[in-house]
């Protein structure tokens, strides 16, 4: 096996994700994220005459592609996992892994936007061909649009005044780069918390440019057609809106969290837990890498 230049992003809770897979060394596994490749990686040292296929929508992905007969990568969003899987003639697997973060890189590259580190086009996407960026949607979304993002994505109290403070300020000169939209809403975070604020902020609007959610859904359903009995659902969140919809799916089988009963009272669920409570990192990994502070880890088995 060879590898293509260093990996970019430091894989969080990798023991106790590839623990949490229980891998087969003949199974079949996807990684939904490739990202720079390090839980790949790591997945296959447990494989031997199995497969690996991982997905990654960003075309930056490629030039850290893994050379290897046992390994596939998709450049495609992973809500379009049953289509690939059919296409190469994959009716089930043993277990998925997705980490949900922003690689390091993608934050580390200042033209992508993800960082209000550096000056950078408004961007955000995850897909750099998709049609519409942050710089867009704060540009031409409407005061209750912007609201809602802010509100609901970002779980800001005070994104009311946030979008008043967009509209203000883009009426005199378009919001074009991640310092200008900073500038013009740092007056309304809160004491002390200004790192925290700024996150939220780009958070909602990343969520709401790449559709997160919503893909999210799609790929936790899809899992549950696809794995086979036994089979492992592995997945890395760093945010409570992300981590509520794979807690309830895991629990219940919907994003509700709710649980449906037989006629008889038999509990209808179609997985089992493997952790109870989110698995999160030790201090030591956080003081080593510090992007894996808000990292949840939940495990579920299909039955």
Same mark, same amino acid.
């Given at each position: ?25 003949? /199974? ?224 219940? /089988? ?50």
């Amino acid at each position: 096996m060879t590898m293509t230049n260093k990996i970019y992003h430091t894989p969080v809770l990798i023991d106790k994700c590839i623990e949490g897979l229980n891998i087969n060394p003949s /199974g079949i596994y996807i990684d939904t994220t490739f990202g720079g490749g390090g839980h790949s990686r790591e997945i296959l040292k447990h494989i031997i005459t199995g497969k690996l296929i991982a997905f990654d929508q960003d075309e930056e992905a490629k030039i850290h592609t893994i050379e290897d007969e046992r390994f596939t990568l998709i450049i495609a969003n992973f809500s379009f996992l049953k289509n690939f899987l059919r296409l190469y003639n994959i009716n089930q697997v043993d277990g998925i892994f997705a980490d949900l973060g922003v690689s390091s890189h993608q934050l580390d590259s200042p033209e992508r936007g993800f960082s209000t580190r550096f000056d950078g086009t408004l961007d955000l996407r995850m897909n750099s061909k998709n049609d519409i960026t942050a710089k867009d949607i704060i540009n031409t979304y409407e005061h209750e649009e912007l609201k809602r993002i802010f509100k609901f994505y970002g779980e800001l109290n005070n994104a009311h005044l946030i979008a008043n403070a967009i509209i203000k300020n883009r009426s005199k000169k378009s919001i074009d780069t991640t310092i200008e939209l900073r500038d013009t809403v740092i007056n309304l975070c809160p004491k002390n918390k200004q790192h925290k604020f700024l996150a939220q902020i780009f958070q909602a609007l990343r969520i709401e440019v790449n559709n997160e959610l919503e893909v999210l859904k799609e790929l936790l359903m899809q899992s549950q057609e696809v794995l086979t009995k036994n089979g492992r659902l592995v997945v890395l969140s760093y945010h409570s809106l992300e981590d509520r919809l794979v807690k309830d799916f895991m629990r219940a /089988g919907n994003f509700e969290g709710k649980i449906e009963e037989d006629f008889y009272g038999n509990k209808q669920v179609p997985f089992e837990l493997i952790t109870k409570k989110p698995i999160i990192p030790e201090e030591g990994e956080v003081l080593l890498n510090n992007r894996s502070r808000s990292a949840k880890l939940r495990i579920a088995q299909k039955k």
